[in-house]
C-alpha cells in the first residue's frame, strides 16, 4: 500500500463546476500538507500548504484537511479552463520536512 | 518573487558525455533539492542540500554528482547515464528554517539520453 493515494483520473468537468480533488495517507505522522498544480512540460507549483487539520481558503481554491479520516481535499469553485492541469497531493512529517511523499497526481481537464 | 530557474530548458546527450544541469535561486533558501520526474508520475527525491551541505542523498546512482558551490546555485552533474535516466529533473528550494516543506520548483531541465 502507498503511503499517499490519490486517484489518476483523468477528470473532465464544464468551465463553472466546482472540483473536488483528494488524497488519502496512511501515514499518521504527515503533518504538512500541500497541493500542487502542473501544467504539461512545466514545474510543480505550490499552490496551497495547511499544517495539521483544518480549511484554507484562497481565491477559488480551498483545502481541507481531516486528520481522523486521513484524507485532504483540494475543491476549486467557478473552475476555468485555466485550470486545466495535473493537481500533486503532497504531505511531510515534522521530522522528515525536507521529502515530501507525493501522490500520484490527478489530471484535470476543464472543458469551456 | 518565489522563482527558481534552471538551465538548460532542454538537453540531448549521449550515453558518453558529461554534462551538467543548473539551478538558481534568489530568495534566500537555504536547502534545495533535486527531483527526477518520469512521464504521467510524480516527482521523486534525489538530493537535498541545507545549508550548502548534502543531507539526503535517495541512493542515487553515482552517475549523478550534486554540487552546490554557494547557497543560491545548484549543480547537478551527469556523466555516463542511461537512456532510463531520460527524465524531467526538477529543482526546488524552501526555508532552511521551519518551513522546509514549502517547496518551489523551478520549471525543470528535459533530458534525452541517446
Known amino acids: 500500500q502507498k503511503e499517499v493515494e490519490q486517484d489518476p483520473g483523468p477528470l473532465s468537468v464544464p468551465e463553472g463546476a466546482i472540483v473536488s480533488l483528494n488524497c488519502t495517507y496512511s501515514?499518521?505522522?504527515?503533518?504538512?500538507f500541500m497541493w500542487y498544480r502542473q501544467y504539461s512540460r512545466k514545474g510543480p507549483e505550490l499552490l496551497m500548504y495547511?499544517?495539521?487539520?483544518g480549511n484554507k481558503e484562497d481565491g477559488r481554491f480551498t483545502a481541507q484537511v481531516d486528520k481522523s479520516s486521513k484524507y485532504i481535499s483540494l475543491f476549486i469553485r467557478d473552475s476555468q479552463p485555466s485550470d486545466s492541469a495535473t493537481y500533486l497531493c503532497?504531505?511531510?512529517?515534522?521530522?522528515?520536512?525536507?521529502?515530501?511523499?507525493f501522490g500520484q497526481g490527478t489530471r484535470l481537464t476543464i472543458n469551456p | 518573487d518565489t522563482e527558481v530557474t534552471q538551465t538548460p530548458k532542454h538537453l540531448v546527450m549521449g550515453m558518453t558525455n558529461k554534462k551538467s544541469l543548473k539551478c538558481e535561486q534568489h530568495?534566500?533558501?537555504?536547502?534545495m533539492y533535486w527531483y527526477k520526474q518520469k512521464a504521467k508520475k510524480p516527482p521523486e527525491l534525489m538530493f537535498v542540500?541545507?545549508?550548502?551541505?548534502?543531507?539526503i542523498n535517495e541512493s542515487v546512482p553515482s552517475r549523478f554528482s550534486p554540487e552546490c558551490p554557494n547557497s543560491s546555485l545548484l549543480n547537478l552533474h551527469l556523466h555516463a547515464l542511461q537512456p532510463e535516466d531520460s527524465a524531467l529533473y526538477l529543482c526546488?528550494?524552501?526555508?532552511?528554517?521551519?518551513?522546509?516543506?514549502?517547496?518551489?520548483f523551478g520549471p525543470g531541465t528535459r533530458l534525452t539520453v541517446t
Open positions: 495547511t499544517y495539521s487539520s
Open positions: 503532497a504531505m511531510s512529517s515534522i521530522q522528515g520536512a525536507q521529502k515530501l511523499v
Open positions: 542540500y541545507s545549508y550548502e551541505k548534502l543531507s
Open positions: 526546488a528550494s524552501s526555508s532552511g528554517q521551519g518551513r522546509t516543506y514549502e517547496q518551489y
Open positions: 530568495m534566500g533558501h537555504r536547502a
Open positions: 501515514n499518521s505522522a504527515f503533518q504538512y
